[in-house]
């Protein structure tokens, strides 16, 4: 596609519960990012994927974190038993490479009742 | 070693004038230092970018001024416009590992 696509564009959950965001990157983009965006806290790493190589997940909070990407394409980043400090929006970046400058999509905006 | 420093948090500048925004870093490292605009509701942009190799890199309107030995590189606005207005972003990266290490953000206000 045009741009790194991600859903939904606004998640609001409750405590407790499940969730799943999605992004599309950009077709060809082989290095996959989330990065997580509180306010007033920049924007936080949370796991790096490379072509076929084992993902970083150097930067996820805790165990109820954990991300996916299938096919070396789309990624899914699972929130299990969300916590009200879950609560920020989540941005996912592709790039050509992991040396080459970023596209970010608009996020998915999270918030957790 | 792994933060980037950016400063001010904030920052309202008249139109016509010069915005400036810096950041720190500790490690030595780090070989690749672009910042990001981003507008609200948007996902950062990529705005400019420099390597240490060179001491200034300028793009139209804006400027990075690199310091290796102080570790430190700033961003310079240009001939400010409200159209600027934006939460402006620096980042570090090193090697082949690809992910961008952020400073907090500055949000800048131009004034018409």
């Known amino acids: 596609g045009a741009g790194v696509s991600q859903s939904p564009s606004n998640k609001v959950t409750e405590k407790g519960k499940d969730v799943e965001l999605r992004c599309d990157p950009i077709s060809g983009h082989t290095a996959l990012y989330w990065y997580r965006q509180s306010l007033g806290q920049g924007l936080e790493f949370l796991i790096y994927f490379q072509g076929n190589s084992a993902p970083d997940k150097s930067g996820l909070p805790s165990d109820r974190f954990s991300a996916e990407r299938t096919g070396g394409s789309v990624s899914t980043l699972t929130i299990q038993r969300t916590q009200q400090e879950d609560s920020a929006v989540y941005l996912c970046?592709?790039?050509?490479?992991?040396?080459?400058?970023?596209?970010f999509g608009s996020g998915t905006r999270l918030t957790v009742v | 070693q792994q933060q980037v420093k950016q400063s001010p948090q904030s920052l309202i500048v008249q139109k016509g004038g010069i915005s400036i925004i810096n950041c720190a870093y500790e490690?030595?490292?780090?070989?690749?230092f672009p910042w990001y605009q981003q507008f609200p509701g948007k996902g950062p942009a990529l705005l400019i970018a420099i390597r240490p190799d060179v001491s200034e890199k300028k793009e139209g309107r804006f400027t990075i001024s690199f310091n290796k030995s102080a570790k430190q590189f700033s961003l310079h606005i240009m001939d400010s416009q409200p159209g600027d207005s934006a939460t402006y972003f620096c980042a570090a990266s090193w090697g082949s590992q690809g992910n961008l290490i952020f400073g907090k953000g500055t949000k800048l206000s131009v004034k018409p």
């Open positions: 490690n030595t490292a780090f070989d690749y």
């Open positions: 970046a592709s790039s050509l490479s992991s040396r080459a400058a970023y596209t």
